[in-house]
């Protein structure tokens, strides 16, 4: 039986080797059932060799400094896991149909689905603090130096993160089809229209033809839960990727330590 | 890129000695299978890429079919003031597809436009959609302006801009006379000289280079 490496964890979280004479040679079902999920992840990591990507990701350096700014990032994650699970519980009450059905639907998981005004919040207010986090996260990678090099393709991937994330919430904001989402699409899509050359095309493709009609409400919805949340996931994938790869930043109040022979020798 | 065996080697099959080499052939088996399987690949990416992006950008190029509307009896309408009526742009949404209209009569007095006299529109027909970004102006009688209630725009009885951020003059609908009824038509814009040209959407410019810079929908036309 194959052993999994001890992960590289401080002396005190370690957990210690038994006594000598503590084991009786007996196994309580406590230990059973610990042996049991050992062996099912031992198996899986046989065949998969997982458990190296999982330290290489996990278990990283990080440098001297390190604080509660660079959790920003992971809190933008964590807010575009939440949209992802509960858009997909709303995606089971949602109906994209302009005659009435979609603000019926939105009405009846409000008022009449058990949880549903709970989860229809989550969604909604959810997406602005996603929007929120996203500018802080930005803000911090901005303001400590982390997009210099060689992290220049994240900063990219983040500013495409970014501008998803935006499309994410004009998209949705057309879904509850009431006058406000109404409106604010027209204006929306009249607003990308003023982009020259491409513009007037642009709201075309939005709206699905000329006017705002019958199949705009299903472009939007498709994607806004189809289209984009794949896009943002895959993205998501690889921006975490370069920052394993790449390690983080420390704050650019950190001067960096010079070796102690190079210090003596400067003066 | 070329590795450092290409360097010794000949491009040519026939110097490298290769079993059934002919004179002047440079696509070795592994460069002709190679070449296969990318371009099957990309046959079959192509094969389900191609049309499904053809199928979301296609309404880019489809033209709606004209609509006339009844919106009254003729007498319903002076020439000196509008009456607002709704008209369905896009039927079977309900409330989404509607807009309101407001339409007076021609009046020779103050439609003294060169468009307007040669279009023979026999009732002035002016969208409620604002040049703006598109919100729903309102015609206020007492000011005789139209007035849009999300950033200001104010256009004058022609629906000329007099105010506010608007681009251009409210578009119009062509309108025809049809027995007693007065029947609104496809919608069209104008210029700040009320020259006519096939419809575009709010925020875009017309006067100058705008009409070049906002070119109108493949599928659009003038009547």
């Not at chain 1, 370690?14 to 198996?43: C, F, H, L, M, Y």
Request: glycine residues 10%.
């Amino acid at each position: 039986m194959p052993k999994l490496p001890a992960p590289p964890l401080p002396a005190p979280l370690r957990t210690p080797p038994p006594r000598p004479g503590q084991g009786n040679g007996k196994s309580g079902p406590v230990e059973d059932a610990k042996q049991a999920g050992i062996t099912v992840v031992d198996w899986v990591d046989e065949r998969t060799s997982l458990s190296g990507a999982a330290r290489w990701l996990m278990f990283r350096k990080v440098p001297k400094g390190t604080n509660w700014f660079y959790t920003l990032g992971s809190a933008t994650m964590f807010a575009f896991l939440s949209q992802a699970v509960t858009g997909v519980f709303l995606a089971m009450y949602y109906r994209p149909d302009p005659a009435g059905g979609a603000y019926e639907s939105i009405r009846y998981v409000t008022n009449d689905v058990f949880l549903g005004q709970f989860v229809r919040g989550m969604h909604k207010w959810g997406s602005s603090v996603m929007v929120v986090l996203v500018f802080l996260h930005m803000g911090r990678t901005f303001f400590f130096g982390a997009y210099k090099y060689p992290r220049e393709l994240n900063w990219v991937i983040g500013v495409v993160l970014l501008i998803l994330t935006m499309v994410m919430s004009f998209t949705g904001y057309l879904l509850p089809f009431d006058q406000r989402a109404y409106w604010a699409t027209i204006v929306g899509v009249n607003i990308n229209g003023t982009g020259p050359l491409v513009g007037p095309y642009l709201s075309d493709f939005l709206r699905g033809g000329s006017e705002f009609g019958a199949t705009t409400l299903s472009r939007f919805y498709a994607i806004h839960m189809l289209l984009v949340p794949g896009l943002i996931a895959a993205l998501l994938g690889a921006h975490l990727y370069l920052v394993a790869k790449l390690g983080t930043t420390a704050p650019p109040w950190l001067k960096a330590e010079k070796r102690k022979e190079l210090r003596e020798t400067e003066v | 890129m070329p590795d450092k065996r290409d360097k010794h080697k000949s491009k040519y099959t026939l110097d490298r000695g290769m079993p059934g080499a002919f004179e002047g052939e440079t696509i070795t088996r592994r460069r002709f299978m190679t070449g296969t399987a990318h371009g099957a690949g990309a046959v079959a990416a192509a094969s389900f890429a191609l049309p499904a992006l053809g199928f979301a950008f296609g309404p880019i190029f489809k033209s709606t079919p004209h609509r006339w509307e009844v919106v009254g009896n003729v007498d319903l309408f002076p020439d000196n003031n509008y009456i607002p009526v709704v008209l369905t742009v896009t039927p079977n949404i309900g409330e989404a597809g509607k807009t309101t209209v407001y339409v007076r009569k021609f009046n020779p007095e103050i439609d003294t436009d060169a468009a307007d006299v040669d279009s023979h529109t026999p009732y002035i027909a002016i969208s409620s959609r604002c040049a703006h970004v598109g919100c729903p102006v309102r015609w206020v009688d007492a000011s005789e302006r139209f007035i849009c209630p999300c950033h200001g725009g104010v256009y004058d009885l022609l629906g000329r801009r007099v105010g506010g951020p608007p681009v251009r003059p409210l578009d119009r609908f062509y309108t025809r006379v049809n027995g007693e009824n007065v029947e609104v038509g496809p919608r069209f814009s104008v210029n700040s000289q009320l020259r006519r040209f096939s419809p575009r959407d709010p925020g875009e410019p017309l006067d100058g280079i705008g009409q070049y810079l906002y070119p109108s929908r493949p599928g659009a036309q003038k009547l």
